[in-house]
């Protein structure tokens, strides 16, 4: 299995523009979760998915931040407008079943968000 | 709100020496506890999982425990090498996965 993938690796964008994100879970797993990793706040949860359904997004910090999964196999965090502050490294993980609770996380490798 | 403390932030220690990485939360309703290593500018990688009904997990130099009722976890890696060097995150999983901060591991060789 190639794991959970990314997209962009890097991305580097001007204020006010739209900056989307990409991630294709590990096939097979219904479970999908977005963070974010800043120095100053860790690893943060901003919204997960079961079976293809948002259940939490209570982490999006903002109305800017919007997540779909219009299947199993793909999934999309956007931002717009960015902003300089939303500069961070952006996580997509994915796990078997959130209700089993016997399965860990996979991480994907990120993608490095740079607002300038 | 499940609070996740790792100690200590940093440490640094020479070739071949043990590293004792510690781990502590504030709700003990877990459901399992996840080791990850994160190396600079790059992803998690899960090192070891513990479910909560377990008392230990190891993987070759690799050992984890969990207390549960103390909400404590504690990672140690054996004769330690270089290529160790990281920053190791401690994850509890109850209603959503809530890391710690991070221990950097500096080996010197």
């Known amino acids: 299995d190639a794991g959970v993938i990314q997209s962009p690796r890097h991305e580097v964008t001007e204020m006010g523009q739209e900056v989307t994100l990409r991630c294709k879970p590990i096939?097979?797993?219904?479970?999908l979760f977005w963070y974010r990793q800043t120095m100053m706040r860790g690893l943060e949860l901003l919204i997960y998915f079961n079976n293809n359904v948002p259940i939490d997004d209570s982490g999006m910090p903002e109305d800017r931040f919007s997540a779909k999964m219009p299947n199993a196999s793909f999934s999309t965090l956007k931002i717009q407008p960015s902003e300089p502050r939303d500069s961070a490294v952006y996580f997509c993980?994915?796990?078997?079943?959130?209700?089993?609770?016997?399965?860990?996380?996979?991480f994907g490798s990120g993608t490095r968000l740079t607002v300038v | 709100k499940q609070e996740v403390t790792q100690i200590p932030a940093a440490l640094s220690v020479p070739e071949g020496e043990n590293l004792v990485l510690n781990c502590s939360f504030t709700d003990s309703a877990i459901y399992n506890l996840q080791w990850f290593r994160q190396d600079p500018g790059k992803g998690l990688t899960s090192l070891l999982l513990i479910q909560s009904s377990q008392r230990e997990q190891t993987s070759g130099r690799l050992n984890a425990s969990l207390d549960k009722s103390s909400g404590r976890s504690t990672l140690y890696i054996a004769a330690s090498q270089p290529g160790d060097s990281a920053t190791y995150l401690c994850a509890v999983r109850a209603r959503e996965l809530s890391f710690g901060a991070g221990t950097t591991v500096t080996v010197r060789a």
């Open positions: 096939s097979g797993h219904n479970s």
């Open positions: 993980a994915s796990s078997t079943s959130r209700v089993l609770s016997n399965y860990g996380y996979t």
